[in-house]
């Protein structure tokens, strides 16, 4: 299957069968943390919708300060790229393009700033895109997958 959506390694193989479901510019604290970026383009995509292949992942909690939250940043056991984050509920998979091997340019721009707040210490995003101090109100999450 072709997909604009493809990213991962030498080892593994992500690839989107859809459309992205949310589509934002994040400013929390974690991707600060896990990317080293000021902020960071990500992309929520339905569970089933975003699919490794190929070699071995190791899995560890995405947030170190909450290591029994539902995210995990997936990563290719053979050469530790970052591949995915899973959601262990299974309601979405998450890419971060520019992290993750992916094409960031294949990509829809995000659509909004999620997660900022006047406690970051920079001046709030004035680019025309909606900012919100979370993700945009009228997300809601998917059911789990079977």
Aim: hydrophobic share 30%; with cysteine; glycine share 8%.
């Amino acid at each position: 299957m072709s997909s604009p959506y493809s990213g991962g390694c030498d080892h593994v193989k992500v690839t989107a069968s859809a459309e992205p479901i949310d589509n934002h510019e994040c400013h929390c604290n974690v991707c600060k943390s896990v990317t080293g970026q000021h902020t960071t383009h990500v992309a929520f995509f339905n569970h089933d919708d975003l699919k490794a292949e190929g070699g071995e992942m190791k899995r560890q909690p995405f947030n170190a300060d909450n290591p029994d939250g539902p995210l995990e940043l997936c990563t290719c056991a053979d050469c530790g790229a970052a591949l995915m984050l899973d959601d262990k509920q299974k309601r979405i998979r998450v890419a971060v393009p520019n992290v993750m091997g992916y094409d960031d340019a294949a990509f829809p721009d995000a659509t909004y700033h999620a997660f900022w707040d006047e406690s970051k210490g920079y001046a709030k995003p004035d680019d025309g895109r909606p900012v919100y101090e979370g993700l945009r109100p009228e997300f809601t999450w998917p059911q789990p997958a079977a």
